[in-house]
């Protein structure tokens, strides 16, 4: 069963514009979310992270949105850059951090 | 701080053959997890330790693959006897409590042949 789902295999996106990459998850008792970024032959490394409890949590240039309404999360990247074109997944679990569920992946391009 | 060590980082076999992997967690991680990703999808947990005791291994196929966790700190998994559909990236991850992110290693890239 696939309870987290990211339906963009890819994005490619220009310098300096925004990346939204987003992610959508059946499980309502989940509580916690977070996006991973992944460069190639290197282990899945955290980004960010969101509590049920919030909306919207930033860092630098990134940011996560979360609608539990629609049961949808969203990372956006602003300005992106170079650097940032990488694999980046959307992850969901219990804040207890049993059994976290992952989504299959988005690739990120950024164009200079 | 030193990260998630694995090793060894590729291993080509054929089926039914046994493998191995070791995982060195982050120094004072009590949590670690073993995770298998498939070309294309996502990473899948396999078993979760907690110290030296397994807290879910529900997902782990039993009949071929085990795992253990020396002293509570490495960890090994097992696959025997191999099939094809077990190629993969195994990815070791540790956390220090059981709450918040996994730090990941770079995992195991498996070929079965």
């Known amino acids: 069963d696939q309870q987290v789902k990211q339906n963009s295999p890819s994005l490619s996106v220009q310098e300096g514009r925004i990346s939204i990459l987003n992610c959508d998850y059946t499980n309502s008792m989940f509580d916690y979310f977070l996006w991973y970024k992944k460069y190639p032959a290197e282990g899945p490394t955290f980004l960010i992270s969101i509590s049920s409890i919030k909306d919207k949590n930033e860092d630098g240039r990134f940011t996560v949105f979360l609608n539990k309404s629609a049961k949808h999360l969203s990372l956006h990247i602003v300005p992106s850059q170079p650097g940032d074109s990488a694999v980046y997944f959307c992850?969901?679990?219990?804040?207890?951090?049993?059994?976290?569920?992952f989504g299959a992946g988005t690739r990120l391009t950024v164009k200079p | 701080e030193a990260g998630v060590a694995q090793s060894p980082r590729y291993k080509i076999i054929e089926k039914r053959q046994s493998v191995a992997f070791w995982c060195n967690p982050i120094?004072?991680?009590?949590?670690l997890y073993w995770y298998q990703q498939i070309l294309g999808q996502g990473p899948k947990l396999l078993i979760q330790f907690q110290n030296n005791g397994v807290v879910d291994d529900s997902q782990l196929p039993k009949d071929r693959f085990s795992a253990e966790r020396l002293k509570g700190v490495d960890s090994t998994l097992k696959i025997q006897p191999a099939k094809l559909e077990d190629s993969a990236v195994y990815l070791c991850a540790s956390s220090l409590s059981g709450v918040g992110p996994l730090h990941f290693g770079n995992g195991t890239r498996l070929t079965v042949t």
């Open positions: 120094s004072g991680h009590a949590t």
């Open positions: 992850a969901a679990s219990y804040y207890n951090n049993n059994d976290m569920r």
